[in-house]
């Protein structure tokens, strides 16, 4: 076992997942790292900690936690300017598997966001968040229950690439130069300061994620890829981010994946048994699509921002941002992460909804392939806010339910697992 870390303790006890010839190795003692996260990530921290360290516990396993650190945290410990050390993404590096809360990015000046760096660093190039709805959570549309998606947003790309200049900057006048000048785009520009970004798409990083989410369709028996994206407007990277995915579905699956055109074309729109539709939407008309005949959808695979959007506007349909879960997953990687950011107003007062954290949580369960462990999970959440037993965000729309703080909630949360194991 690795010891050479500075400022964390690796834990005494525990043995490391290990990944070989493309399959994961889960021992029952795991080493997970955990980053609670700034804001009111040091209060769903815990508790999804404690959650997730009961639903093992109840099927025979233990979980090690080894915390790191990232954000306000890892300034506190390494340094005012060390916001992600070296040490903590060499620890997701090393034990493969984890969960972090939510990080602050600063909007405009400072740092650069520290979750899409970690993304970036660890190649979790997939970020998963699947949106169903679990019984008893209050959501603003008539039939929250036909919302059972989920979307694979490329993680590694696209405009959140980082490669922008600011206005005002010589790097910026000499992009606006390039551009002008050597590539013909003259006239489009409007004078005066200008900011520019760079929106990369590549082959690459398009066809890895659009398989990942065909292969998981194909594994949990949806019926439907859907490939979502701005084609009509941005044609060389949104648009060809679709025809690079129907290629994907053409070339490299066999008679269980079939495009819709070809479903119209030669079955009559009748797909054969079992297979996975491949189809297409442009991302405006998607975000109505979500809310109109929200059960025709399944799997989303799309671009790093339209997937952002589009992730948040489904949870609020399943009960609002405390409830969404997240992962991140690479080759052999995963780190789950909720939806949810840092909500800085409501920090330090036990207070915000922990389950996005706590299902993100039982993401990482399933990736370690513990279902039993999973289930346990997201039965005892279920069970707990079916009993009224709520935070303040689901309370204030609830009658009879009673308002309990976040570290309330996981205890009865707990409790569930203990009845239900
Ligand atoms: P936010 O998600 O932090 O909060 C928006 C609102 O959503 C909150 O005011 C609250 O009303 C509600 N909310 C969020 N989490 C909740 C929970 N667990 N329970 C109940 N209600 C909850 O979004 P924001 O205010 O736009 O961002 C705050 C900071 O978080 C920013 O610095 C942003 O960059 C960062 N952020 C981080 C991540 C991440 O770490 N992956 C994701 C999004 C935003």
Redo the contacts with the bound molecule.
């Keep these: 076992m690795s010891s050479d870390y500075e400022q964390v303790e690796v834990p005494a006890a525990g043995s490391k997942i290990s990944y070989e010839d493309g399959s994961l190795e889960v021992p029952d003692d795991p080493i997970l790292p955990i980053i609670y ?4 990530g040091s209060d ?1 921290g815990p508790a999804a900690q404690a959650v997730l360290e009961a639903a093992a516990e109840a099927t025979g396993r233990e979980i090690n936690w080894m915390r790191v650190y990232a954000g306000e945290s890892a300034r506190e410990r390494y340094g005012e300017d060390v916001h992600l050390p070296e040490e903590t993404v060499r620890a997701y590096e090393e034990f493969r598997v984890g969960i ?8 405009g000046s400072g740092f650069r ?3 899409v760096a970690l993304r970036k660093e660890l190649d979790t190039y997939a970020n998963v968040r699947p949106t169903y709805h679990l019984e008893g959570v209050p959501s603003p549309v008539k039939a929250p229950e036909e919302m059972d998606m989920i979307t694979f947003r490329e993680n590694t790309e696209d405009v959140y690439a980082g490669i922008e200049w600011e206005a005002g900057t010589d790097e910026v006048e000499r992009v606006r130069e390039f551009v002008e000048e050597e590539m013909g785009a003259d006239d489009v520009i409007h004078d005066g300061p200008v900011g520019i970004g760079i929106k990369p798409i590549t082959e690459f990083g398009s066809k890895r994620l659009i398989r990942r989410a065909i292969d998981y369709a194909l594994e949990h028996d949806r019926d439907s890829v859907t490939l979502v994206h701005k084609g009509n407007i941005m044609k060389f990277t949104e648009a060809q981010f679709r025809d690079w995915g129907y290629e994907v579905a053409e070339e490299e699956y066999g008679e269980e994946v079939i495009t819709e055109d070809t479903l119209w074309e030669e079955r009559d729109g009748e797909p054969p048994e079992d297979a996975v539709v491949v189809n297409d939407r442009i991302a405006d008309n998607m975000l109505q699509q979500i809310l109109t005949r929200t059960d025709e959808y399944d799997v989303v695979a799309t671009m790093n921002l339209n997937g952002d959007y589009m992730s948040d506007a489904c949870g609020a349909q399943i009960g ?3 409830i969404a879960p997240g992962g991140n997953f690479g080759d052999g990687m995963m780190l789950a ?10 920090e330090g007062q036990d207070k ?6 706590i299902l993100s949580g039982r993401m990482m369960l399933e990736y370690m392939g513990w279902y039993d462990a999973a289930d346990l999970v997201r039965d005892a959440v279920e069970e707990t806010i079916s009993e009224g037993l709520v ?3 689901l309370e204030r729309q609830l009658e009879d339910a009673e308002k309990l703080a976040t570290s309330e909630f996981a205890e009865e949360v707990v409790n569930n697992i203990e009845k239900l194991a």
């Design positions: 996260g700034d804001g009111v769903v972090k809360g939510p990080l602050t990015t600063p909007v966001s520290l979750n609002g941002l405390g992460e909720p939806v949810h950011g840092s909500a800085p107003k409501y915000v909804n922990p389950t996005a954290m935070t303040y965000d």
